[in-house]
């Protein structure tokens, strides 16, 4: 209902216009039957004939403005859900987001939503359509009860048909969706990977995949279609037994003086008004579409999102502490009652194996996910308490794939819940080892994104810039010296014990060489904390080396040396 409400006033003309082409369809049979008999009485029929043209521009007219209203409502609605929907999901956070993947997301904001956002129209003719077929049915015992019993006795075979139509399309409705979700998945996956695909040479393997639900998919769609075709049949029979059966009653009234001739020809109307299926199985087909649509998109919206506090950020320089923190993944512990205290300025190392937790860790950091259990503080205060934007600002992230968000290079490092000065952006640009290719480009930090070709590295270095220009106090970068060369990662290194000294920072490391400029590093295996100190002191640890072996297995050996703090 709250969909049908964001169709604003064009629900309220859209029930109106309903309302009146339902009285005027009603009408009209009693005018045609009136003026019918007025002939035959050798009446005059102007003023009927005058009503009849009155009636037949009333259902014109309603009848366009019906079709505008119903048009209008459905875009505000579509509009308002798709927003509402999108904000919802960018609300979730990187943890709770990961339930549906991409590619379903996508289907249920664009086409699902259209067809939720369809509800109020189809609700409205559902509910107007009711009009004309009671009113037959009234119109029919008020000319005689006789045709009224006549009609209701057949009533229930509509409803016996209804029902088992209602049904059946409810299903083949909810599985065409959810098959039209899975393809939509299956594709942008495939286009995420396209070069995967390209150098696998799997091209025709990767594409039978993504449209392997298409003949289920075909055999849905044909089956709702013999469903309505089954209906329609159906239909047709029965609305031509009934109109038989009242005619022959109403014939048989006729002969006996009970009612007018021109109340024959309105009885033959109002049983076609009063049967009505053909327009209850259209608004039917529409509603159970749009019901099915509608359970996916709430289906999204129904995941809680991660709600922000409104306490300012303390004073402080930084200091993160992590107590009593419990992770689960898919139900099992990836971290278990972590106590972990980082303080102000420093410089971090996260590293372990695959699956250990650091990004996860990360994550926690900065609030992108919550922990199951226990809280994380920022000098002092629940990162939960924090209001969204003073989080946001006190906290910054570098990924190892980052998102470039803006027209320019220049609004993609200005991005945040603040906009830096220019200035500012081109320091965290210098700082990231991004300035110089940047002013290589067109029109410099005002090259548009889509025309600034960049490499893995390069794209690396704007995402850093972006988080260098709005982390006041933390700054967590996770994995990002991956798509980096070593000098680069060696210049990016030396900004964080230099320029960016004072504030708080947090690296999850996969090379050596990272691990060793830090102050200290975090060694995380079986869900906890195994070590924790200088690299130089873990160094001497035969399983801390071997973290790093197979990354620094090409790497010169007096680098290793140097950098590492000792020979490998």
Known sequence: ??????????????????????????????????????????????????????LIAVLVACDALDDFAAGAAVARSTARLRHELLAHVLALGARPAKRLPAGEVTARLVGNAEEAGRVAPDVVRSVAGLVPALGGIVALAIIDPWLCATFVAGLPVFMLVLRAFARDASDIAERYLALQGTIAGRLLDALAGARTIAAAGTAEREAQRVLGPLPELHRQGVAMWRAQMRIAAQDAVLVALLEIAVLAVAGVLLARRQISPGELIAASQFVLLASGIEGAVTGMTRLVRSRAAAARVAEVLEATPMRYGT????????RLEFRGVTALAQGRPVLADLDLVIPAGSFVAVVGRSGAGKSLLAALAGRLVDPDAGDVRLDGAALRDLGHEELRR???????????????????????????????????ARAARADDFIRHMPDGYDTNLADAPMSGGEVQRVGLARTFAHARRVIVLDDVAASLDTVTEHHISAVLTGALAGRTRIVVAHR????????????????????????????????????FEVRDEGADADAVIATNGGPP
């Not at 306490?311 to 930084?318: D, F, H, I």
């Open 1 to 54: 209902m709250g969909t049908a409400r964001h169709g604003g006033a064009w629900v309220v003309v859209l029930a109106l216009t309903a309302l009146a082409i339902a009285a005027a369809e009603l009408a009209l049979p009693a005018v045609i039957g009136g003026t019918v008999d007025a002939v035959l009485d050798g009446r005059s029929a102007a003023t009927w004939v005058l009503v009849c043209a009155g």
């Open 311 to 318: 306490e300012p950020a303390p004073a402080g320089g930084g």
């Open 394 to 428: 006190e906290i910054g992230y570098g990924f190892e794939r980052p998102a470039l968000i803006g027209e320019t290079l220049g609004d993609v490092i200005a991005c945040g819940t603040e906009s830096p000065a220019r200035d500012e952006v081109i320091a965290a």
């Open 512 to 547: 050596a060489s990272t691990a060793a400029r830090a102050d200290a590093v975090v060694w995380l295996q079986d869900g906890g904390i195994r070590a924790y100190g200088p690299h130089d002191e873990l160094w001497r640890d035969p399983a801390y080396r071997a973290l």
